[in-house]
């Protein structure tokens, strides 16, 4: 047989996959393998490697920074802190309390540091004053406190017994009596009597059943200012362990009984009572008229 025949035989051997055959390509996918094995083992080593750099680098990058706020903060707790003093005080707001007597009181006479100022402690200790409702303090970087002052406003008129004299003092919506003495402005408010206030002092309250009579008040002031206008006094009552009022309207002789809690619908009615009957001429035989209910009762004086 002559080469051709032999050549194209074996070409016919391999193809048919002969043991000889598969030895001699496995032995050259084995090298194939082992040359691929060995790149992708050199391409983990470098992935790993730089890795492993990052790594490094995150956690020096990480210790310098934690050095560098710890540092920081020393130096700004041992450096800075203690020279940051309060140099400035502002107060805005009701000027009730002049500057001296509120440094005194909110003391602020000594070295305040910025970081060491306790602003609720010296709104505590403003709030003590009776005539302050509410006060506000804040701090305002790097050396400023910003004080706001809410006064008490006056919504009635009532007296205290001062060294065995009755002395006139005002009272707000909240029922706080928080200063002797009237103002021009406060002459006309209405008067509030019949309370015992032998023990009395400014910044005391009177009893929390009295509250809905004083917030009532308010409303009327604001709200409804010539039915506040109307009134007089308003004597306050106890019966049958509970509050009400008699209500006296300006130039009106004539008592009128109303319950502790009256809002403007009852005392306008009130008035539209006394204008009726000062309509029909009978306003001078009427002894007093009572709104507790929910109708309107005339109490008629006795004829003779």
């Not at 074996?10 to 055959?21: C, K, L």
């Not at 007089?232 to 509050?243: D, H, I, K, P, Q």
């Amino acid at each position: 047989m002559d080469n051709k025949s032999m050549w194209h035989g074996a070409r016919t051997f391999r193809s048919a996959g002969s043991v000889g055959s598969s030895r001699f390509h496995g032995g050259s996918g084995v090298a194939k393998q082992s040359f691929g094995s060995g790149r992708r083992n050199g391409e983990e080593d470098a992935t790993g490697s730089l890795r492993m750099r990052i790594v490094r680098r995150v956690i020096v990058g990480s210790l310098l920074t934690l050095i560098a706020v710890v540092s920081g903060e020393l130096v700004f707790q041992m450096l800075l802190a203690p020279n940051l003093a309060i140099t400035t005080v502002r107060v805005t707001g009701d000027d009730i309390i002049d500057h001296r007597e509120l440094s005194r009181i909110a003391g602020l006479d000594s070295r305040l540091l910025y970081f060491h100022v306790d602003t609720d402690a010296i709104a505590s200790r403003l709030e003590t004053v009776p005539e302050v409702r509410r006060v506000d303090v804040t701090r305002h970087f790097p050396d400023t406190l910003r004080i706001s002052v809410e006064g008490r406003t006056a919504l009635a008129v009532t007296s205290l017994r001062v060294n065995g004299e009755s002395v006139p003092a005002v009272i707000d919506e909240e029922g706080v009596v928080f200063r002797t003495g009237l103002r021009a402005s406060e002459r006309d408010m209405p008067v509030i009597s019949g309370i015992q206030l032998e023990e009395f002092a400014p910044g005391d309250t009177l009893p929390d059943e009295l509250t809905v009579l004083f917030e009532d008040l308010r409303r009327l002031r604001f709200d409804e200012p010539s039915l506040y206008a109307m009134i007089s006094e308003l004597r306050v009552v106890r019966r049958g362990g509970r509050y009400e009022t008699v209500l006296y309207p300006v130039h009106v002789q004539v008592p009128i009984r109303m319950p502790v809690r009256a809002e403007a619908e009852r005392y306008r009615a009130a008035l539209q009572g006394i204008e009726a009957l000062r309509g029909r001429g009978d306003l001078d035989a009427v002894q007093e008229m009572d709104l507790r209910g929910d109708d309107v009762v005339y109490t008629m004086l006795a004829e003779g």
